[in-house]
């Protein structure tokens, strides 16, 4: 089983380039990426995506780039429309303030996008160096997924125990309920009819209510659907949306043998099985 929350983090240095790669991932329905690379690498964005949808399923990553050159491979150029607005801005700013301090090379040298570098480097090549890093600070989220998966699978199979153990109990009450509903009919004859009861009628009676408190056909779908649980549980793969229906289904069932529970030993044993698959499915959550 595997998580959804990680982080990776790893670097490449040569005399050339430094890249530093970053990838955080979280909770989410579907897959979803976010990427945030330098520009001279923005073409290579397509093969980010594919490479991490072929080894993500769900969840939302997030994935940051940054790179270094430490051998001049980069032209740098001056944003002539970026350095004019600051201009402007500046001189509105000191005619607001009454300054009379002259603007100069060092108040617009540290603003943002006044000089922009872009590298001269065939992204083809880019990508050889990058894509080594990327295995690698992938295989580390992925560690750190399964370690959330292992924990979270464990405390999975601890409620679907609870589970079983809950509906094991409900099938060895299950007679009394019959018993019950025959005694009650026949206590309901007798106060209406006296001691001159018509036992064919009872009987009759009995065995239409009994057709209607019958629970044997939901718990046979509850253990089969049980054993659908703990063979997802040790499965290998994504599991989490087909354990997710499968919660649903059993939680169909115990519904429908609570509407018809007149026991409270019974009833006790559903609102311990809706607690347990409820915390079943906030963990599913977390699961990819």
């Not at 600051?86 to 002259?102: I, N, P």
């Not at 603003?111 to 894509?131: N, T």
């Not at 009394?176 to 018509?198: A, H, I, N, P, S």
Request: glycine share 6%; hydrophobic share 40%.
């Amino acid at each position: 089983m595997t998580g959804m929350t990680g982080f990776g983090h790893g670097e490449h240095r040569d005399d050339k380039v430094h890249l530093v790669l970053e990838m955080r991932s979280y909770n989410n329905r579907f897959l979803e990426l976010y990427l945030n690379l330098p520009y001279s690498l923005r073409p290579l964005e397509p093969r980010f995506r594919e490479l991490l949808s072929s080894r993500i399923q769900r969840g939302k990553v997030e994935l940051y780039l940054s790179m270094t050159e430490l051998e001049s491979e980069a032209e740098v150029h001056v944003d002539h429309a970026q350095v004019r607005a600051y201009l402007d801005a500046l001189e509105e700013l000191k005619r607001l303030s009454g300054s009379r301090e002259r603007v100069s090379l060092s108040h617009l040298i540290g603003l943002e996008g006044v000089l922009k570098s872009e590298s001269r480097r065939d992204p083809e090549d880019l990508w050889q160096l990058v894509l080594p890093l990327l295995e690698r600070v992938l295989a580390e989220l992925q560690r750190s997924r399964d370690v959330e998966g292992a924990k979270t699978g464990a405390d999975i199979h601890r409620q679907a125990g609870v589970v079983r153990e809950r509906v094991a109990d409900i099938e060895a009450a299950a007679p009394r309920l019959e018993e019950r509903v025959r005694e009650g009919l026949r206590q309901r004859f007798r106060e209406l009819m006296g001691e001159g009861v018509d036992e064919a009628r009872i009987m009759a009676e009995t065995a239409v209510q009994l057709v209607r408190c019958d629970v044997n056909e939901e718990l046979q779908r509850l253990k089969a659907h049980l054993d659908t649980l703990f063979d997802a549980l040790d499965a290998s793969g994504v599991q989490g949306k087909r354990l997710d229906f499968v919660c649903q289904e059993l939680g169909r069932e115990i519904n429908t043998i609570g509407s018809k529970s007149t026991i409270l030993e019974v009833d006790a044993a559903v609102i311990a099985v809706k607690d347990a698959l409820e915390k079943i499915r906030e963990q599913l959550r977390n699961v990819e």
